[in-house]
């Protein structure tokens, strides 16, 4: 049975069983005060601010039986799989692969690199972890979407413009249909906050729609299994 979210620029038909959570890069180095985030200078509150939200539609996906998963970006601990021109770019003094406040900087199984105690994933729900920006680079996402039959994705995570705008587009010229939940999102530049919200729902939803956890809660509700019900 189909539903719909309230969404701009118009409502999106979904269906619980071929709709999936996907939550990209909500980690410790990037959310958390004294983390590399805020090494580099920027207020992570402006982060932060996504946590409530996204802890309340993740409760909800999970109510209704979604298929939920979490990405992590970070490399191998010899860095074989970090680009030499990501390495060296912006000219750090503390980049990645080195020691930062939180262990060695985007270093798969440091403490940075976890994901927040709010939004911790349960046993059972899918960690991708990733090298790149996209969440489908070099990653087997595609794969677990196709064997579950998912077509519709809602997107939460950060950063606005940068993961979860590179993944949004890589699912969009992948045939998914993607919602973006704007107080899901978040950017450590308010102007890039705005303006890659914009650019999702542009042009009759160039790259897919844009709603509100609260929007987004509510169809959830609505398409949540009763009580003896799988799946």
């Known amino acids: 049975m189909p539903f719909a979210f309230d969404a701009e620029p118009y409502a999106l038909e979904f269906e619980r069983k071929t709709t999936a959570l996907l939550i990209i890069d909500m980690q410790r180095d990037f959310l958390e005060p004294g983390g590399f985030g805020e090494m580099l200078g920027n207020d992570v ?3 932060r601010a996504a946590i409530g939200p996204c802890q309340r539609v993740l409760a909800a996906a999970r109510e209704a039986g979604l ?8 490399h191998r601990p010899d860095l074989a799989d970090a680009p030499p021109a990501k390495l060296a770019r912006g000219g750090l003094e503390t980049g990645i692969g080195a020691e930062g406040p ?12 976890g994901i927040i105690p709010e939004l911790a994933p349960k046993p ?13 680079y070099e990653t087997d996402l595609e794969l677990m979407l196709r064997n579950n039959d998912i077509r519709t994705i809602i997107v939460c995570g950060v950063t606005t413009e940068v993961c979860v705008h590179t993944t949004v587009r ?3 010229d992948r045939g998914y249909e993607c919602l973006v939940l704007e107080d899901c999102v978040g950017s450590y530049f308010p102007e890039f906050q705005r303006v890659g ?6 042009q009759g939803g160039i ?11 509510a169809g959830l509700n609505r398409c949540a299994p009763q009580p003896g019900h799988r799946r």
């Open 67 to 74: 298929l939920v998963m979490h990405t992590r970006e970070g």
């Open 197 to 202: 919200i914009d650019m999702i729902k542009a």
């Open 207 to 217: 790259f897919g729609w844009v709603s509100t956890s609260e929007k987004a809660i």
């Open 170 to 172: 890589e699912a969009n």
């Open 102 to 113: 939180m262990g060695r900087i985007l270093i798969r199984g440091e403490p940075g690199h």
């Open 124 to 136: 059972g729900e899918p960690v991708i972890d990733k090298s790149g920006k996209g969440a489908f």
């Open 45 to 47: 509150s402006l982060l």
